[in-house]
């Protein structure tokens, strides 16, 4: 409810979706159809719609550019579909997820916030989403990676803040790493409030 935020140390706005995009910041929410996909839309339409600056402007749509950046991160997220036409809702889970994740890479952000980035996904699309978010914290982005599976925090992260009670609780460093360690701050917060 309260708190302010910065971004290369200046405070920064992210009062609405597109003050967050305009600031680099994209979310990755973990309801993905009910927040995230539009069903009936192509692959294509999905992936780019976070980026329309990019495949409209003077007014006119520019479907080459639309489609090369569609078919660039189709390739690189490896997603399973006849084409970039298919609409979405016929994919996996998994493969609706990496078109989602896309479409904030094709944004461009500085700073992605990912909500249970692999809640109702198979093994196989998990292991591509983690090494997709491996390649981007390489490559400089910061990774907020909000999930409730212990081992894939333990996994995955450099820092894990364990919070309860909307409140930080605890601030781990990997040699603290830990199922036990993390319920234990998450229960002792609760049992204080």
Known sequence: DAGTQESDGKPVDNGTPKKAMDNGVAMLS????????????????????????????????????????????????????????????????????????????????????????????????????????????????AILMISSELPELIGMCDRIYVMSAGRVTAELKPEQYSQETILQYAMNQIEAA
């Open 30 to 141: 973990e309801d993905r159809r009910l927040v995230g996909l539009i069903p009936k839309l192509s692959i294509k339409k999905n992936a780019t719609l976070a980026s329309l600056k990019r495949v409209i402007y003077g007014g006119y749509t520019h479907p080459r550019e639309e489609e090369r950046l569609a078919i660039e991160y189709f390739k690189r997220m490896n997603v399973k579909a006849p084409s970039t036409e298919t609409r979405i809702e016929s994919l996996s889970g998994g493969n609706q997820q990496k078109v989602l994740l896309a479409r904030w890479l094709i944004a461009n952000p500085k700073v992605l916030l990912l909500d249970e980035p692999t809640r109702g996904i198979d093994v196989g699309a998990k292991v591509e989403i983690y090494k997709i978010m491996t390649d981007l914290a390489r490559q400089g982005r």
